[in-house]
Antibody
């Protein structure tokens, strides 16, 4: 059974930093791109970043480019999102999801339960 | 970026009746190598993560009831729930994956009338 378990969320002050983690199990982790999707309270879904199978390629939504870094450790079956210079509008539930599809174009077939980030003073 | 729009914002349908949700992309999302449209649909119930329902515009994910179907071409796509059940109350999102800068529609909330 595929499982994705996020952790690391919490309350951070504006300008602060935090790293989210996602522990994967139930599939061959290094066979899939992985992604982070976020959802602000009461709002819709926003794709944040994704990373390829060996971590050598990644993409970001414009609003986080230069502030967030996605990475993975295939030996630990783990995905990460390092977030710097956090802003109030980064407040959201952050979901880790498995990406499936050809090349770098993907839909997301398994999702974690999410971890909540709140950016506030 | 490819902009995804959905209509209506919300709808209320009687149990057993048909629900239809529309999604439009700002440009073609035809993945030419597969001759298929790079369009997925997700269902999100309150307090839960999204669940994949449909991909390649019309392929139902394993385990998804056959009352859910996807269709469309060009830039216009539709998710149809043929006979609405109580457990289908949720917000439904479309997503394009033609561009590596993936984008979702704003969502359509489905309720029971």
């Amino acid at each position: 059974e595929v499982q994705l378990v996020e952790s690391g969320g919490g309350l951070v002050q504006p300008g602060g930093s935090l790293t989210l983690s996602c522990a994967a199990s139930g599939f061959t982790f290094n066979n899939n791109w992985m992604t982070w999707v976020r959802q602000a309270p009461g709002k819709g879904l926003e794709w944040v970043a994704n990373i390829n199978e060996d971590g050598s390629d990644n993409y970001y939504v414009d609003s986080v480019q230069g502030r967030f870094t996605i990475s993975r450790n295939n030996a630990k079956n783990s995905l990460y999102l390092q977030m710097n210079n956090l802003r109030a509008d980064d407040t959201a539930m952050y979901y880790c999801a498995r990406a499936t599809g050809p090349g770098s174009t993907h839909y997301f077939d398994y999702w974690g339960q999410g971890t909540l980030l709140t950016v506030s003073s | 970026d490819i902009v995804m729009t959905q209509s209506p914002d919300s709808l209320a349908v009687s149990l057993g009746e048909r629900a239809t949700i529309n999604c439009k992309s700002s440009q073609s999302i035809l993945y030419s190598s597969y001759n298929k449209y790079s369009l997925a649909w997700y269902q999100q119930k309150p307090g839960q993560p999204p669940k994949l329902l449909i991909y390649w515009a019309s392929t139902r994910e394993s385990g998804v009831p056959d009352r859910f179907s996807g269709s469309g071409s060009g830039t216009d796509f539709t998710l149809t729930i043929s006979s609405l059940q109580a457990e289908d109350v949720a917000v439904y999102y479309c997503q394009q994956y033609y561009s590596t800068l993936f984008t979702f529609g704003p969502g359509t909330k489905v309720d029971i009338k």
